[in-house]
């Protein structure tokens, strides 16, 4: 189901810089890419396509999303200063520009990232109106926005798996409200993607991750501003 929007998305955030879809928005998938990594990336590639290929410089688009890879909120006045800061953190990145890339939505942006433990590949497109969407995670597609708690889980793709991870939820007493999951082949590797209506204990988590099947568990949780 398409979701609607509210008279507060057609206003927009709060938010600095001059466009909702170019700065708010860009900022928010550079928060949610920063905690699927987990971590300050170290190594970082980043590409603009269609519209963003276009106009990224001009409308803030390069500055929102260092911001948010550094875990800025789209109001954060240090957004303006976004270089300054990233070069303080020691982030090293590279920008280009796709302006012909027809399959892809008129602004998305892919985030190719690296710390010490892992590597991650994020596709996100701006929605309008500070609205967003994940669309890849390595090369997995998805479909969430990070305004639900989210939980990403890789595993083998074993018989009766995603029934069990879901009775195990269901245990925890939460909800879920979405769930995609794809596959690299059979009994090869899944990628979870579940949408909660409220967040998972510790305990459930651990739980999780304990799964000899299980590769890796995140949690998301950017409903409030949580520190780096």
Known sequence: MAKRSSIFDMIGP????PSSSHTAGVARIGR????????????LSITFYNSFARTYEGH????????????????????????EHAEKVGLAFKMKAVSNASALHPNSIRLKMEDEHRKLNVLGVSLGGGLVAIREIDKYPCDFSG????????????????????????????????????????NGEAKLVIELDSDLSPL????????YWVKDVICLDLLEKKES
């Open 204 to 211: 459930t988590l651990q739980y999780l991750e304990s799964l």
């Open 32 to 43: 949610i890419a920063r905690h699927l990594l987990g971590a300050q990336a170290q190594k």
């Open 14 to 17: 709060v938010m600095i810089g």
């Open 147 to 186: 305004d639900h708690i989210t939980l990403v889980v890789t595993a083998e793709d074993k018989h009766g798996s995603i029934a069990f991870i879901a009775n195990v939820i269901a245990h925890d007493q939460c909800n879920i409200a979405t769930m995609s999951v794809n596959r690299s082949a059979k």
């Open 60 to 83: 803030g688009s390069d500055r929102a999303i260092l911001a948010g890879l550094m875990d800025m909120m789209p109001d954060d006045e240090r957004i303006r200063d976004a270089y």
